[in-house]
């Protein structure tokens, strides 16, 4: 077996942070003669690149393995579509959601041994533009939050930027309208937010997708319309515990296919980061990605 690892050095904390996780890799593989080689990626779009480098290599690697959250997870993604070698994920970031998704375990130490095991099927990604992103992408108060992290992130750590930033995006969003074309049927709403989702979770935990399946060969629309500001906080839970679905607020969909646009330029969120703005299609593209996971 040789695996190789592309580590983002900048995701996570603590002892489950992508930089630990180094040590761990390294002992894991030399305890079973495992062969391997470990990257450190340097920038945004660094581990896309090393992904392909990895596809185009003389050595043939069995898997490529990414060692960080899911953004990092999204860029070695797109390094491999089209090829045939497997995808691993090490969940090393912060949120970590399509690693839950696909029941890897949540330790580095559990997760290696997981791996190992090989087990994988091929899944759908979605498309936005000429990126993919195997999760969820979206526009509204989550995506905008995003972009409010980012600036927080500088003074504020960890999760903590995230809190904060969610509560004053509470007092401080206006509802957008927009207008969406989901395989050729028109919506015009006011929205406070629109997910587009391959997997099942985001947000770090919360099932906005329970009855998401990754190789359908859909995208699961999610549209949760304008509600009374006060009702936000109050129904939040429903949309972590993912039993929204009788709410009035909101509308679900199956697609192939999904424009967005508004009289506002809106942020779009893919698998945790910034790509973009309104308007955007996306797509699906089924059974393009091989995974390592635990798939029924």
Avoid: W
Wanted: charge should be positive.
């Amino acid at each position: 077996m040789n695996l190789f690892f592309i580590v983002n050095p900048m995701a996570g904390h603590g002892p489950n942070s992508a930089l630990n996780s180094i040590s761990l890799i390294e002992e894991f593989c030399n305890k079973r003669n495992i062969k391997y080689k470990i990257a450190k990626t340097r920038c945004k779009g660094h581990a896309t690149e090393l992904a392909r480098q990895a596809v185009n290599s003389s050595i043939k690697y069995d898997a490529v393995i990414s060692v960080g959250g899911d953004g990092t997870l999204l860029e070695v993604a797109n390094g491999l579509i089209g090829s045939d070698v497997l995808l691993g994920v090490l969940p090393a970031g912060t949120g970590n959601d399509f690693a839950r998704a696909i029941g890897v375990p949540p330790t580095i130490k559990d997760a290696l041994s997981y791996l190992i095991k090989k087990r994988s099927r091929l899944v759908d990604v979605g498309k936005l533009e000429n990126i993919f992103f195997i999760n969820v992408a979206s526009v509204g108060f989550d995506a905008e939050i995003i972009k409010d992290i980012l600036k927080f992130r500088k003074f504020i750590p960890g999760k903590l930027s995230y809190y904060i930033a969610a509560l004053v995006k509470f007092f401080t969003f206006k509802f957008k309208d927009i207008t969406i074309n989901i395989d050729g049927q028109i919506i015009k709403t006011k929205i406070l937010l629109v997910a587009i989702a391959n997997g099942t979770h985001y947000g770090g935990g919360m099932m906005v997708n329970p009855n998401g399946d990754l190789k359908d060969g859909y995208l699961d629309v999610i549209v949760v319309n304008s509600l009374p500001r006060y009702k936000i906080p109050l129904l939040f839970h429903r949309f972590v515990k993912g039993t929204y679905q009788d709410l009035p607020y909101v509308k679900t969909y199956k697609c192939r296919e999904i424009s967005i646009d508004s009289n506002d330029t809106l942020v779009i969120n893919a698998d945790g980061d910034l790509y973009g703005s309104t308007p955007a299609k996306f797509t699906v593209k089924p059974l393009s990605l091989n995974v390592i996971g635990n798939f029924v």
